[in-house]
Antibody, heavy 117, light 106 residues
Framework: QVQLQESGPGLVKPSETLSLTCTVS????????WSWIRQPAGKGLEWIGR???????NYNPSLKSRVTMSVDTSKNQFSLKLSSVTAADTAVYYC???????????WGQGTLVTVSS | DIQMTQSPSTLSASVGDRVTITCRAS??????LAWYQQKPGKAPKLLIY???SLESGVPSRFSGSGSGTEFTLTISSLQPDDFATYYC????????FGGGTKVEIK
């Protein structure tokens, strides 16, 4: 079955750019939407955005000015960049497959990103 | 932006209880709503999509209903494995999640 794995630095300095990659295994990345969701410690889920394998994107309006997503179908990977980070961006970041009309499933295990100098 | 409001934020219940969680959308989302279960340190798990469709492999004690702006998740007979936090998610316009409902042992 499809599995997802997030990778990237666990520590990012304030004002810098957070970069994460999600590797999809057990199936093709093609013809699906792929989402990023984050969760600060002890808080709820926040949808960051999604990308289709064509490269078309939808972003959370509250983060849109700082978010860039991309996809590399040859590597079965998609990526997230979040610029000008602050401590408020500290969270567990999840990547997931967005089945669009049928919810988000499966999810990666999540990766903690801490913003600190 | 569509805001999703869940109630209650915390619910205390016993094994065998019938449990209902409510999710309200700030505008109509038709039936484009999903429910997730999350346990500590784990990724959320999809339970219900399109308001009332049960995800494959999810026990039949879970059910969802509603359309428009008001939705419910019902657990017909709470089991020990069901103590967790539950989130609703709308996907009518981009996506957004409710604040979560923690189901605790009474």
């Amino acid at each position: 079955q499809v599995q997802l794995q997030e990778s990237g630095p666990g520590l990012v300095k304030p004002s810098e750019t957070l970069s994460l990659t999600c590797t999809v295994s057990g199936g093709s990345i093609s013809s699906y939407y792929w989402s990023w969701i984050r969760q600060p410690a002890g808080k709820g889920l926040e949808w960051i955005g999604r990308i289709y394998t064509s490269g078309s994107t939808n972003y959370n309006p509250s983060l849109k000015s700082r978010v860039t997503m991309s996809v590399d179908t040859s590597k079965n990977q998609f990526s997230l960049k979040l610029s000008s980070v602050t401590a408020a961006d500290t969270a567990v970041y999840y990547c997931a497959r967005d089945v669009y009309t049928a919810g988000i499933d499966p999810w990666g295990q999540g990766t903690l990103v801490t913003v600190s100098s | 932006d569509i805001q999703m409001t869940q109630s209650p934020s915390t619910l205390s219940a016993s094994v065998g209880d019938r449990v209902t969680i409510t999710c309200r959308a700030s505008q109509s989302i038709s039936s484009w709503l999903a429910w997730y279960q999350q346990k500590p340190g784990k990724a959320p798990k999809l339970l219900i999509y399109k308001a009332s469709s049960l995800e494959s492999g999810v026990p039949s004690r879970f059910s969802g209903s509603g359309s428009g702006t008001e939705f419910t998740l019902t657990i017909s007979s709470l089991q020990p494995d069901d103590f967790a936090t539950y989130y609703c998610q709308q996907y009518n316009s981009y996506s957004s999640f409710g604040g979560g409902t923690k189901v605790e042992i009474k």
